[in-house]
């Protein structure tokens, strides 16, 4: 048996990710043993374990909780598939065909595309693929042994074929064929000639309860395929046919089947007459994906869905880890709004969960909203880089740091910027399932110059910062702008962004832009922000999908045809091929990437100008940043820059650029149209820069742009007493009287 993959002592999630006064957050924990465990309210204010750092800051919180809650280990099942009900049935004869299409056969895992069995998988007949071989599978029962049963048939990879299996329930008889499936595309691959073979239960078969594509249904999904299926259907008749006998389509009963092009964006497909069972999908399979009749005349699935009438099964992937509930918090009346975490602990380990507190409805509001990046989060969540090993691993353990990386733990799925095992990009993140990567004291790189932190610990530098220098604020999460849109915004005089808001709903960008065109001030505090589209469903509201359709930096590509959204049918990829470039949203955008490294500024002749020089009071020089907790620098790894053409209010003024970044960092690809042309008109302060920028809206309203993600990092540098420190002081307290002297305060 393969040894299962290594598990923290105590881990949990929860849902929702915030909650208002009031309301309850409901925590699932897997406590290994079933140890009891403890539980505290942790108010979060740094996550950075750097010693050379302000240090973990982790505020206990006076909330009602037990003093002990039983523990209980619960169990991970990955793998999508669908599964339907059968109807009773006295048949002595059932038939299944489909189209499948592998993409992984030579994986030395048994992959079980189909199987009818009972409600467990205790009995029934499968059929599976081990090494490129297609056999069939018979599930004894009873305490009897399952046994494979080979066919001597091969499945070819990334090629349709049609799979046909006919059972003789009575003698156990099966008979198989491979066959070839006429594709809607030229070239789709060479011709397959038709296969078939019989095998022997030995023994007579119970009529089955259950169809499971995709994997074998043992309460869970267990054996996954890797592949696409089709055109499903399931015959049934009294008796087997004789050899050559063509009785069996005359008399054969159509039992059930599905257009998998149907209720695309559901998680139940109905059956093609109102009779026939529905085929309910779990752990979210592939849709919107091409089938064997994709012809690459429609891109778009909403206008051909039966180009799209496939689902893609993955054998690792992870909609939902289904725990029961450990706990439920109520948030109590006049919790502060803030970043908390709810640590367990059940003697072996513990684990800290971070959650959100928002404001009250109809409480009182700070001046200052943080805006807190948490799909983003949920996008780069258990993000394995293959970099654990070695040097990161020496100093997570020297620090102290959070213990447990997703190279190691893979057992929670991975993240947006992974791949499944076929190698196909993953498409589809979920908050249900723990999530490494947001845990306070993760880090990501090995940084000889600073912390090596990214996302949920990287953007404690700036919540840390907000309460050493005693300003009020809210926090609101991306689900939460959302749910509510610019509503959430409308309160607030200044709203500031983490280091890097990168993945955003069409709502969520339309409700910023509001927000700053109504009047608002917005402190975009990042890089690399508001860059891909995403689809969030009000029926799924714990899942996110990315299409990485056409251009931007990718870590996979959608193939072409397979560039909108599954989950609500939009258009995926950049907002810049959205028609609402970063710019138009935060000011600036991507312009620049390279290693986890940073630089300081200098200051622009422009930054001198009478109506941008109070960003710089107490300001000496005109360099600033060259120190910091994010690659030893104010500017680095992903940088941003203000383009007119693409949407950059025309207010905003360049007032410090960045230079002398190492040989790693390079213009980005939807920059450049080759290699020697650019793909907008010449801007100042062009290339290899950063640029920090700032404006005031005449009617009212603000927006301030740093362009890069390293720069939330220095704040803390000398205690919090710098010049980057200083500048953001500048910038907030300055729009806050702006907008006080704007709401006649």
Known sequence: MTASPPSPPIVGYVTPLSARPGERLSFRISSTGDRPFTARVLRIHCADPNPEGPGMKLEPVEVALEARYAGREQPVYPGSCALATLPDGQAGYLALSLRVKPTLVRDNCRQVIASLQDDEGAQGVALVVENEELCVLLLGGKGAPTRTLSTGLRLAQHRWQ???????????????????????????????????????????????????????WAGHPASGFNGLVEAPALYADTAAPRDGDSRRQATERLLAAWDLSAAMQAQRIPGTRPAMPCLDLVNMPGRAARGSNWTGLNQDWKQAPGEYAALYFHADALADCGWQEALSLQIPAGLKSGVYGLEVDNGDGKDTIPFYVTPSAGGPRARVLFLAPTL?????????????????????????????????????????????????????????????????????FPDPKGSGLRHFPADSHLTDWLREKGHDYDVITDEDLDDQGVDALKPYDVVLTGSHPEYHTRRM????????????????????????????PASAPHMLEIRRAEGGIRAWASDPGEYYHQLDGGYGGMWRRNGIAPQVTGGVGFAVQGAFEGVGYHRTPESHDPDVAWLFKGIEGESFGDYGLSGGGAAGFELDQVVPELGSPGYLKVVAISDGHGPTFRTVPEEILTWTIAASLPRKYEGVRAHMAVGLDEPGGGLFAVGSITFLGSLAHNHYDNDVSRIVENCLTHFLAAAALRRGR
Not at 183 to 191: F, M, N, R, V
Not at 421 to 442: E, F, H, N, Q, V
Not at 515 to 536: C, D, V
Request: charged share 15%; net charge positive.
């Open 162 to 216: 049609a799979l046909h299996a006919g059972v003789d329930l009575h003698n156990g008889c099966v008979d198989v064929s491979v066959g070839p499936v006429q594709t809607g595309t030229p070239g789709a691959g060479p011709a397959l000639a038709a296969r078939a073979a019989r095998v022997h239960a030995g023994c007579a078969l119970p009529w089955p309860t259950r169809l499971c594509m995709g994997a074998m």
């Open 376 to 444: 983003t989060y949920q996008a780069y969540a258990n993000h394995a880089r293959g970099n654990y090993a070695g040097e990161l691993e020496a100093r997570i353990r020297a620090w102290g740091a959070y213990p447990h990386n997703p190279d190691v733990v893979t057992r929670f799925g991975a993240s947006t910027y992974n791949r499944h095992k076929d190698a196909a990009g993953i498409s589809l993140s979920s908050r249900l399932r723990p999530m490494l990567t947001m845990r306070p004291g993760y880090l990501t």
């Open 509 to 536: 960008i339309e409700a910023l832009i509001a927000y700053r065109e109504s009047g608002g001030y917005l402190m975009y505090l990042g890089a690399n922000g508001f860059y891909w589209k995403i689809a969030r």
